[in-house]
């Protein structure tokens, strides 16, 4: 949850920070490539795409994540990573 003008700023590009969501989406794409490393025990999955949305509410941005992949198991973790990772940036 945010002020609706904070969240106006960032999906007007008009942060002194710089372009928050084009970060985020990057940091979201690098994490759901390295889930394996970052959580205890996950096997490493074979990541084909990843694709990070963020849905503009006026006082919140969701977001969402898929993986593309051809292991059986372990895409769902790494988008979760990605969508814990991509919101914390």
């Known amino acids: 949850m945010m002020a609706p003008e904070t969240t106006m700023a960032i999906a007007a590009n008009a942060t002194t ?14 994490a759901a490539k390295a889930a394996a490393t970052l959580l205890p025990m996950a096997h490493p999955v074979l990541v084909g795409n990843v694709y990070v949305n ?4 006026d006082d919140h941005i969701d977001v969402e994540a898929g993986v593309d992949t051809v292991d059986r ?3 769902e973790m790494a988008a979760l990573v990605s ?7």
Not at 83 to 89: E, G
């Open 73 to 75: 198991t372990g895409g």
């Open 17 to 30: 920070k710089g372009d928050v969501l084009g970060t985020a989406r990057v940091a979201g794409i690098q």
């Open 54 to 57: 963020f849905i503009i509410a």
């Open 83 to 89: 969508v814990t990772v991509a919101a914390l940036t």
